[in-house]
């Protein structure tokens, strides 16, 4: 995007609006279609790094066992290290680094997103109550804001 808003005119730039939202978004609205369609004939790399971003996000939504996943996974590797593109070699290490717990996703599909989403909310609770000492209370507040009951057996035993 810096280099586009360096070469294009504000005008041309002003077109884009909304791409990095399309980029990340599955399910595309008929003016989202028609941004992409404007990057990729600015940028041919952008639309090699979104359909290899597109091929790993059917490589988890395929019914695939944990041993396909891990043939799948290494497949889509071989092809991001052939083509040109340089975005996603960190990526790459952490997936190599991290295979085998990452493959063990396509045994049950489950992933820690619940779990990763109600720790955020938490940090979030614990920087608006920031300077509350009793653990009690803060327990309570975070009960009442997340207004889910499975907290409230922590706040009685606490």
Known sequence: MKRLKEILSKEEYGELKGLM???????????????????????AKLEEAYNLSAELTNIFDSKSSRNGGIRKLKNWIEKVRKSTLDVFDTFLNTLKKRMEEIANYFIKRENSGFVEGLNNRIKVLKRRCYGIIDKTHLFR???LDLDDSYLLPIVIQS
């Open 21 to 43: 939202w399309a980029l990340r978004k599955s399910k595309l609205s008929d003016t989202e279609k028609e941004i992409l369609k404007k990057a990729f004939k600015l940028s």
């Open 141 to 143: 507040r975070i009960s």
